[in-house]
């Protein structure tokens, strides 16, 4: 009798380590569907971004943060929230990365990526109101 309660506390103690990764793991499955709801025309991150060493990602979320404070910037400047406004070619995000941050270490990098991650969250309230009324929010 005694064995068995052991057996069963450490049958519960298992299940229950185990138990809620595996449940978070079926959120996890990828949808098939990869189309946005809006702009499903939007342009692909260049190849250099996409096939970047994982300990190089940092330069990366630099650029996608460049990316979109100047989107940001460009839909409340233009009060125009069409695709193209919206999601343009990555060319000037690429020029911006490289003539300001292509040298930088790590350090300086993050800390330029927040500066943009600021500016595109001080923007994006705006930018909703513009797209919202134009259906691409």
Not at 23 to 46: F, K, M, Q
Not at 89 to 105: G, Q, Y
Not at 110 to 125: C, K, P, T, V
Request: proline residues 5%; contains cysteine; glycine residues 4%.
């Amino acid at each position: 009798m005694k064995h068995r309660i052991v057996r069963l506390t450490w049958l519960t103690i298992v299940l229950g380590l185990i138990a809620p990764p595996l449940l978070a793991e079926r959120n996890l499955i990828p949808s098939l569907e990869g189309i946005p709801d809006v702009c499903s025309e939007r342009p692909n991150e260049p190849d250099w971004m996409e096939n970047m060493a994982l300990r190089d990602a940092y330069q990366r979320v630099l650029v996608q943060d460049i990316y979109r404070a100047q989107n940001m910037g460009r839909v409340v400047d233009t009060g125009s929230c069409d695709c193209a406004t919206r999601f343009p070619t990555w060319d000037e995000a690429e020029v911006t990365f490289r003539e300001n941050h292509a040298d930088a270490d790590r350090s300086d990098m993050l800390q330029a990526s927040d500066i943009y991650n600021r500016r595109a969250n001080e923007l994006r309230s705006q930018a909703k109101a513009i797209c919202e009324a134009a259906g691409n929010w």
